[in-house]
């Protein structure tokens, strides 16, 4: 049997892939226990979160389980296997040890170092466990990836190259001000009140919001969670829990919102956010931000604020036509684009004796002479238009943070003026451009070390069953040998035949332990996995007796751990 991984994450698949093959917990239930029953695979996990999902599986034939593991990811995804394919990526034995450690230390992680990976791959190995679908190799594997990003973590300073996608979220947020500064004294909204909600919640009130409101669909989990924040002593914060019903009601009081559920279905629409916008007024959001500025020009529309007098018979525009388009300037090239010459000329003496009066009118006038006069070769400007210049938004004012997969706030809400989207893909984005610390390269190198040991020590395990079985049988062979003894003396005392039993039991021994030793560590060097079987066939052993071992130590292996997770 073989390890095997096969899955997709932000590193090989877009955010709206990501977004659909997303794994309910029901979804996970039943992806490993028809993983298992399959027939290449003995054990499974699945390992997903917000930006990857993997099925680690231990298999017996690589190609069959390559294309059995990516047809259930497939089936209990929801995305068809054409479609999710050429987003999947497979690594097999030790090249899967090390992806899985890689992933446990925060390395393949979009905020690279982030611990919050640690609980979810020990969340993983305990629904395995609970299920019954890891055996000892998953086991062994999920817990030395736990202690191997325990130890990069205490040994190195990795925490410096990243946070928790909670911290970088709300960095993105704050947009170069500080989290602290940023934050203090607003009002949160939390929706959800599962580990990354908590984990929003928490980091909220240590950076100074000062008002924490939870909504989720299990209300006693919401209250359990609004509880542990205001009992906290170390947080000044106000925490309490309202039904998900009441949601509408506090987006119009809240200045920071963070989502994060397991919906399959938006959570938040644009239109909602928009309503509670308006409901509420934005805070930041400057005086009259909603106006809508002038298009062209300096500002001065026909019949504008700044236009004066009526005398417009002398302009050769069609003045109807012009006031009816929304801050549409005389001045601007878009005026005059297509304007004979003489049309140009008599437009900018009518600029130039002052009907339109702006700060820039001479500025314009001599630019409408200047066209005019460059256009005397061929009579007419040409049609053209330029770029109209975006009006400015207001200071945004409420700031959604949405770290869920499938997304929780609709995208289209960044849109909305006066509001801040921050997502799962945006902060992919941000990401890439983050720097890596020194100490990445100290955790690659506590990977690589422990990739090599976990190598050995499963080669070595996996004679072990063999080298047992062998002793069994000397064991059994020096047993019949004593009762033989017996039937040939049958006078013995108990004395004699106790010192005769041991003797023999010590050149037994003896003999065997130099050999079984040495194949142990034969075994444990890269390709000594054969040594197991030149083990069975020089002393003629049973695959079945040897078979019979592995369960019996898988049993209580599985047994222990699952009292351990």
Not at 28 to 39: M, R, Y
């Amino acid at each position: 049997m073989s390890l095997l991984v096969v899955g997709l994450s932000h590193r090989s698949a877009p955010v709206s892939v990501l977004e659909r093959a997303a794994l309910s917990a029901d979804a996970q239930v039943k992806l490993l226990q028809d993983a298992v029953a399959a027939e290449p695979a003995a054990e499974a996990a699945v390992l997903a979160t917000c930006n990857r999902i993997e099925l680690y599986a231990d298999v017996d034939k690589f190609h069959a389980g390559v294309a059995e593991l990516s047809t259930l990811l497939a089936q209990h995804s929801g995305v068809g296997l054409e479609e999710l394919t050429p987003y999947l990526y497979v690594h097999y034995e030790d090249r899967a040890v090390h992806h899985l450690f890689s992933v446990a230390c925060g390395l393949d992680s979009m905020v690279v170092g982030e611990g919050q990976i640690l609980g979810q791959i020990k969340d993983s190995l305990a629904k395995a466990q609970d299920l019954h679908t890891a055996g000892r190799l998953l086991n062994d594997l999920f817990q030395q990836a736990l202690r191997v990003g325990k130890r990069a973590h205490s040994e190195t300073g990795i925490d410096r190259a990243g946070q928790s996608l909670v911290t970088f979220g709300l960095e993105q947020l704050a947009s170069g001000t500080a989290v602290d500064a940023w934050a203090s004294g607003k009002k949160a909204l939390v929706i959800g009140a599962g580990s990354m909600s908590s984990l929003a919640a928490a980091t909220l009130a240590r950076v100074g919001v000062g008002e924490i409101v939870i909504a989720n669909r299990t209300s006693d989990r919401a209250e359990r969670l609004a509880e542990i924040l205001n009992d906290a002593d170390d947080l000044d914060v106000v925490a309490r829990a309202v039904p998900m019903d009441a949601v509408p009601g506090e987006l119009t009081r809240a200045d920071v919102v963070v989502s994060c559920t397991g919906a399959t279905g938006l959570v938040l629409t644009a239109s909602e956010v928009a309503e509670a916008v308006a409901a509420g007024p934005v805070a930041g959001s400057p005086a009259g931000a909603g106006e809508v500025p002038p298009r062209f020009g300096s500002g001065a529309a026909l019949g504008g604020p700044n236009a004066r007098g009526s005398a417009d018979e002398d302009c050769p525009l069609d003045l109807n036509s012009v006031q009816a388009t929304a801050g549409f300037s005389v001045l601007g090239e878009a005026a005059v684009a297509g304007m004979a010459t003489t049309e140009l000329e008599q437009h900018a003496a009518w600029v130039d004796n002052g009907i339109v009066r702006v700060p820039s009118a001479a500025d314009e006038a001599d630019a409408i002479a200047a066209l005019a006069a460059a256009a005397a070769a061929v009579g007419r400007i040409p049609e053209r238009r330029r770029p109209e210049p975006v009006a400015p938004q207001p200071a945004p004012g409420v700031f959604l943070l949405d770290l869920a997969m499938p997304r929780d706030i609709d995208a289209a809400v960044h849109r909305i003026p006066g509001v801040r989207l921050v997502d799962i893909e945006s902060l992919a984005d941000a990401s890439a451009d983050a720097p890596m610390a020194a100490d990445v390269d100290l955790v690659r190198r506590i990977v690589a070390d422990e990739v090599a040991a976990f190598g050995a020590a499963l080669r070595a395990a996996h004679i072990t069953p063999t080298v047992v079985a062998l002793r069994t049988m000397a064991a059994d062979v020096v047993a019949g040998e004593i009762a033989r003894l017996e039937g040939r003396l049958p006078g013995l005392d108990d004395k004699h035949r106790s010192e005769i039993t041991q003797t023999v039991k010590r050149v037994v021994d003896k003999l065997l332990h130099a050999p079984t030793v040495r194949v142990k560590q034969l075994a444990a060097e890269p390709g000594g996995a054969g040594y197991a079987d030149a083990l069975r066939t020089l002393f003629d052993l049973d695959q079945e007796t040897v078979d019979a071992v592995s369960r019996a130590e898988d049993s209580t292996e599985n047994s222990k751990n699952r009292g351990s997770a």
